[in-house]
């Protein structure tokens, strides 16, 4: 981190004086590549609600992490967040339901459950109100190289397999007939969003969390003319976002997430504009 604080010493910007502020920007640029790449395959696969039923699932983890009096529990909501994915996995693959229809119930008994166990024997709910509103500010060196580990291991499984994720979730019987594990994929691709948005979700706020994983893909589609443009116009719109809306914050003294996703929102109207236009 030394090295990091001393190329933002060099900057001539006075809100990088602070070092929880330059933590704050290396936490940006490594989740606005990371949620640029994952909204790809959200929106690709129409699973726009599944971020926000993990990030119920995770706060339920929190909440059980609190109740056993665990002094980490984030570990807590990452492990329920991921049994979570791999449940609706299994059972998205044994039912005739939509995917919208399992996510529903899945998010729905989360919360309710999440809820419950924060308020058991009158306890109060307020302790929890950062994992919904969010504070990059709180984040730590560890907790940023964890995530540099969660986008370098994303990278490589883009690099390796991101033709084999868009046919799994575009065509999934076209792909098992040409001897793709989609099951493996599914799986592989569900784990990875519950990891990170269970990351995330106490320095974005579980509130807007969803629209990190959905709004840069959504504004990409629009714009987009092939597959590369797609990916490349995601993560440059979640990482400018993601720059200006920590920048903006700071001067307004407002939540850097919810600044974030009205970025964000702002993107895909302008991309939404020129798509009207381009057709």
Request: aromatic share 12%; with cysteine; proline share 3%.
């Amino acid at each position: 981190m030394s090295i990091w604080y001393a190329i933002c010493n060099l900057l001539p910007f006075q809100w990088l004086i602070m070092n929880f502020m330059k933590n704050a920007l290396l936490a940006v640029l490594i989740m606005g590549p990371l949620f640029g790449l994952l909204s790809t395959m959200v929106v690709t696969a129409r699973m726009s609600f599944f971020s926000d039923a993990l990030g119920h699932s995770g706060f339920t983890g929190i909440a059980i992490g609190v109740l056993c009096g665990s002094v980490a529990p984030m570990y807590w909501a990452v492990l329920l967040s991921v049994a979570f994915a791999l449940l609706f996995t299994y059972v998205k693959g044994r039912t005739s339901h939509a995917a919208e229809t399992v996510i529903s119930v899945f998010s729905s008994t989360a919360v309710a459950l999440g809820i419950f166990i924060a308020t058991l024997n009158g306890s109060s709910f307020t302790k929890f109100n950062k994992y919904l509103i969010g504070d990059i500010l709180s984040v730590t060196p560890s907790e940023i190289g964890l995530l540099a580990i969660v986008l370098l291991l994303v990278v490589i499984l883009w690099a390796l397999a991101s033709n084999r994720l868009v046919l799994t979730a575009v065509h999934p019987q076209l792909a098992s007939s040409r001897g793709i594990p989609v099951r493996g994929y599914e799986t592989l691709f569900t784990v990875s969003i519950a990891v990170v948005v269970t990351l995330a979700m106490s320095w974005v706020g579980l509130m807007v969390l969803n629209s990190l994983l959905v709004l840069p893909a959504a504004a990409a589609r629009n714009i987009a003319r092939n597959l590369r443009e797609y990916h490349l116009f995601s993560v440059l719109g979640a990482l400018l976002a993601g720059i200006l809306g920590l920048i903006t914050s700071y001067y307004l003294g407002s939540s850097t997430g919810a600044v974030i996703s009205l970025y964000l929102a702002l993107y895909f109207a302008v991309t939404f504009c020129f798509r009207k236009r381009r057709a």
